[in-house]
């Protein structure tokens, strides 16, 4: 079975920083890429961030850039979200994601998703 698990959510403040992580395990190996995703209350689930296994390149939605870094530890199954600068409207449940697609904000290109965790940021 699949697992996806992220860490590191919580609460911050704004302008603080906060560094996701999601270890996999399981079938996820051949994924060709990694994606972060947030949903905040009432609102669809965003793609926010997403990198390749094999390239190492990236992909970030305009509201993040600047701002948050995606990068990945293939030898541990891990990839992380390092968020800076963060601000009230980062304040989601982040999940990461795994596909076999070529690196896509499309949700539906990715197969297998952590359970999520909470980042909240105050004003």
């Known amino acids: 079975q699949v697992q996806l698990v992220e860490s590191g959510g919580g609460l911050e403040q704004a302008g603080g920083s906060l560094r996701l992580s999601c270890v996999t395990s399981?079938?996820?190996?051949?994924?060709?890429?990694m994606g972060w995703f947030r949903q905040a209350p009432g609102k669809e689930r965003e793609f926010v961030a997403g990198?390749?296994?094999?390239?190492?390149?990236?992909r970030y939605a305009d509201s993040v850039k600047g701002r948050f870094t995606i990068s990945r530890d293939n030898a541990k199954n891990t990839v992380y979200l390092q968020m800076n600068s963060l601000k009230p409207e980062d304040t989601a449940v982040y999940y990461c994601?795994?596909?076999?697609?070529?690196?896509?904000?499309?949700?539906?290109?990715?197969?297998?998703w952590g359970q999520g965790t909470q980042v909240t940021v105050s004003s």
């Open positions: 994601a795994t596909t076999l697609y070529g690196l896509t904000k499309e949700l539906k290109r990715y197969d297998y």
């Open positions: 399981g079938r996820t190996f051949s994924s060709y890429a």
């Open positions: 990198i390749t296994w094999s390239g190492g390149t990236t």
